[in-house]
């Protein structure tokens, strides 16, 4: 029994369970959040650990909106922001949840990637994905809506059309490439022989 038929039966029935009906029970993380109650002329500090005494490696102005936050220290004071090449924190009480899509989980859209090959998914829920892969062409792929998996607790599925589909985890990942941390990692299954491995950011 090889690795790659696991994950091959395992979509499998990950896309039977998924067609029986929506769920919409979407995880604590990772989520987007807005600053609120910083000041003006102020800005919101980017910390290298959560804790008012670690260094400062950035700032969010007072408006900033759509910050992906992937978890919280353990006293929840501190949460854990992602940035393009690295991760900070800022402190909770001046975040708060931004205002959701009613019918999606997580974001309408997602960026998501892996390397070893190369590759990215483009996806706009409840509308079309295109994947890109090093020397091949873009693929065009319809797109459904995250769906909960029936059977696994926070394991998503989503529908790329006839030959392609994609398992979704609420967890910690890494691309290897940064000291960037995303919240979302995905197996997304080519055609029934193949598999690509990677992460999923809520924004690029």
């Keep these: 029994m090889t690795m790659r038929w696991v994950r091959t039966t395992l979509m499998t029935g990950l896309i039977a369970g998924a067609l029986t009906g929506p769920s919409m029970a979407e995880p604590l993380f990772p989520k987007l959040y807005d600053v609120v109650g910083v000041a003006s002329d102020d800005v919101l500090n980017l910390r290298a650990g959560p804790a008012s005494s670690a260094d400062i490696v950035g700032a969010l102005p007072p408006d900033t909106t759509g910050v992906e936050v992937v978890a919280k220290s353990e006293n929840d004071f501190w949460l854990q922001v992602a940035q393009p090449e690295n991760m900070a924190w800022a402190a ?113």
Aim: a negative charge.
């Design 92 to 204: 909770a009480g001046y975040l708060k949840v931004h205002p959701t899509d009613p019918d999606v989980l997580f974001t309408r859209k997602l960026s998501c990637g892996g390397v070893e090959p190369s590759w990215t998914l483009s996806v706009t829920q409840g509308d079309g994905a295109v994947l890109s892969r090093m020397d091949l062409d873009d693929i065009d792929l319809p797109a459904g809506l995250v769906r909960e998996s029936p059977n696994m607790a926070d394991r998503y599925f989503l529908d790329l059309g006839e030959n392609h589909a994609a398992l979704l985890a609420a967890q910690s990942c890494s691309d290897t490439m940064s000291d960037r941390i995303y919240g979302l990692s995905i197996s997304l299954v080519v055609d029934p022989s193949k598999s690509l491995s990677g992460c999923c950011a809520l924004v690029p």
